[in-house]
């Protein structure tokens, strides 16, 4: 999701200056009135960039949203750029840099990034942090990227299949992907009076990242909602159900989790998505506080019909007949 915000001049200006200065170690950013602007720089304190990153830590609030560009190579591209959204951040603050920072890179030029990150606590951001980070990012096992691929989907299937359906899956270290912040924040409009008919979720099978989808959809029905679902990627979708039953206006949240048959062409996203069902349903539960009336698993969204939704809504309560005793023979 793009928010429409674009880098002042005076951030161009102050990041042309961080690029001629080596002595600078970093240029903080936000957002003032629609525009990306400077906030402050970071001179360089040590030797090395963990050194440096001392000088950071007094800039990062539990409660508010910055970026930072922070000089982290040797080499070009030189820069890292950091996305600092703290849970305790207004929402809408949150969202909107959520929103912008691919904007932010893409502005003052991709060619100066090799690395883009995504932080919500002041301890990611810690030379410790990122020690921690860069042993996650580095390629580690003997075995090939689709051997460890594939070891993880027969394990997933094997968790899957092995309960009831209550049995709780737990994800190995490298798959306990995050959720954006805009998403959750997304996710939080749902469930609030005129906020969010519907939002519908992604995986990016390359960060591993629970992203929200750019389009945003208005549907009045289940078949408009259908129409606007995906029919060849896998969908997460929370959907506010404006009806009338019995004379009386309703509004049930729906999860519908779709996986197109023509997805599953990929090992990865058979993986990714299974796995993580059951996570972004919490995370929607817990931290975006929705309750979910009814949760629906289909591969293609045309399998949702309707009445089907309504059937299953507001299920027609069975006549029970009485006992009838059976005629004498003869009569």
Known sequence: MQSGISASQELQAQFTSLLETPSTFGLLVTID???????????????????NLSSLQSHLKPDAALYAILRRFDDAPQFLAV?????????????????????LVRELGTEHFRETIFATTADELSAAGFRKHDA???????????????????RAEQEAGAGT?????????????????????ALKEIGEENGRVVVMLKINSQTEIVELVPE??????????????????????????KHTHNGTEQNPILFLYTCPATSTKSIKQRMLYPL???????????????KLDK????????????????DDLHPKATTRQGFSRPKRPGR
């Open 33 to 51: 009135k629609e525009s990306l602007v400077p906030s402050a720089t970071l001179p360089s304190t040590g030797s090395s960039f963990s050194d």
């Open 276 to 290: 993580m069902k059951r996570a972004v349903v919490t995370i929607a539960e817990t931290e975006a506080g929705l």
């Open 295 to 310: 949760k629906f698993e289909v591969e293609d969204p045309s399998e949702i019909t309707e009445q089907g939704v309504l």
């Open 216 to 241: 945003s959809p208005t549907p009045d029905t289940i078949t408009d909602l259908v129409q606007a679902i995906s029919t060849t990627e896998p969908r997460f979708t929370f959907y506010r159900f």
């Open 165 to 185: 359906g209550t049995r709780e899956i737990h994800l190995s270290k490298n798959l306990n992907m995050p959720v954006e912040a805009d998403a959750i924040a």
């Open 83 to 103: 996305s600092y959204v703290p849970d305790e951040a207004p929402v809408r603050q949150k969202m909107l840099f959520a929103s912008t920072r691919l904007t």
């Open 136 to 154: 996650h990012t580095k390629l580690e096992a003997p075995l090939t990227e689709e051997e460890q691929t594939l070891g993880e989907v027969r």
